[in-house]
């Protein structure tokens, strides 16, 4: 490690990866943190007007109070707080420096960054890698995925107000989308594959879904599978046969996984459904030094992963690598 170079390198500036960094900076270490976009970027992404389901406590970090008006976070005050943890911290955030590769050597790791000012190499002797989920929305590979009035987020009912939406999904993203777009006086149609609501849908939103659904101010077509999209339709498959939907806008909530292709390429260890081969006692991967915490290292197994418990891998991961480095 050269001189001015971090001890540990962060990849990923949503809560967890802050977590990670303060968690740094209170064993004496350096940490510099990389994301590819702004600071809490999954939490940029989700719907304007939402509320967090978990309590405050479990998404505070670094021992500093997070306080809003009402009895859980919005958005909008989630991200406020963040914004001033790391402000407060004296954090070492670069956002909009992706992290291209990782290559370990010599004891220490080559983390390459690309960022507007250009590209750059640091040394730090650890990594830790925290990147969440949320940027790798589940494809369907169809046709059309990818056409103009084609989503795969949601971000508030306003500009569909007189549209026809078909949203494909029957989870807690699609369910929440359906009820704010019906109420704001779009016409909604959900595609489910399954045969009923999901049973893992919020026990407060789940019969406030089906109740619209039976009432009529949201059609749902169970059992169907989406084939292709084209400008004005979504063309699907049920019980054998095709049909369509007329569609102003589609929306895709279909999930999230963990994107494993950086810790691969740097030669970690990962199972065949995408999640890593980790010490769950230090999150460390098969290559030593390397870390992946949050939901980032569990693949398609991200339900249970949160920030509350991505915070605590965290905390682990950082012990891990402070008493290693110290010994050497």
Not at 96 to 116: K, S
Not at 212 to 221: C, F, M, Y
Not at 254 to 261: I, K, R
Request: net charge neutral; hydrophobic share 45%; with cysteine.
């Amino acid at each position: 490690m050269g001189a001015g170079e971090p001890a540990i390198g962060i990849v990923g500036a949503g809560p967890v990866g802050l977590a990670a960094a303060i968690a740094a900076r209170r064993t004496g270490l350096a940490a510099r943190v990389w994301d590819r976009g702004p600071l809490c970027a999954a939490i940029v992404r989700f719907p304007t007007n939402m509320v967090f389901f978990t309590s405050n406590e479990l998404l505070e970090i670094g021992d500093h109070p997070l306080v809003s008006l009402g009895p859980k976070a919005t958005r909008r005050e989630a991200l406020d707080y963040y914004r001033k943890v790391a402000e407060r911290e004296r954090l070492d955030v670069r956002t909009f420096a992706e992290v291209v590769r990782i290559e370990r050597g010599g004891g220490e790791f080559a983390v390459h960054t690309c960022a507007r000012e250009g590209e750059a190499v640091t040394r730090p002797r650890a990594v830790v890698v925290a990147t969440g989920y949320y940027h790798r929305p589940r494809r369907l590979g169809i046709p059309g995925e990818d056409l103009p009035h084609v989503s795969h987020y949601y971000a508030e009912a306003h500009p569909y107000w007189r549209r026809r939406v078909v949203i494909v999904g029957a989870g807690n993203s699609a369910a929440e989308a359906a009820l704010e777009l019906a109420r704001a006086g779009a016409s909604v149609t959900m595609l489910i594959r399954g045969e009923r609501v999901r049973d893992t849908v919020k026990y407060w939103v789940r019969p406030d879904l089906e109740n619209r659904i039976r009432e009529g101010a949201i059609t749902a077509i169970f059992g169907a599978r989406p084939e292709s999209i084209v400008a004005e339709e979504v063309v699907y498959r049920r019980n054998g046969a095709l049909a369509s939907l007329p569609a102003d806008a589609v929306l895709l909530l279909t999930g999230f996984s963990a994107d494993s292709d950086l810790v691969r390429a740097a030669g970690a260890e990962v199972r065949d459904d995408g999640s890593l081969v980790l010490d769950m006692q230090t999150f460390e991967t098969s290559v030593p030094g390397l870390h992946v915490v949050g939901s980032a290292g569990f693949g398609e197994h991200t339900a249970e992963v949160f920030i509350e418990n991505g915070r605590l891998h965290a905390q682990a991961a950082i012990a891990h690598i402070a008493r290693r480095l110290s010994a050497a």
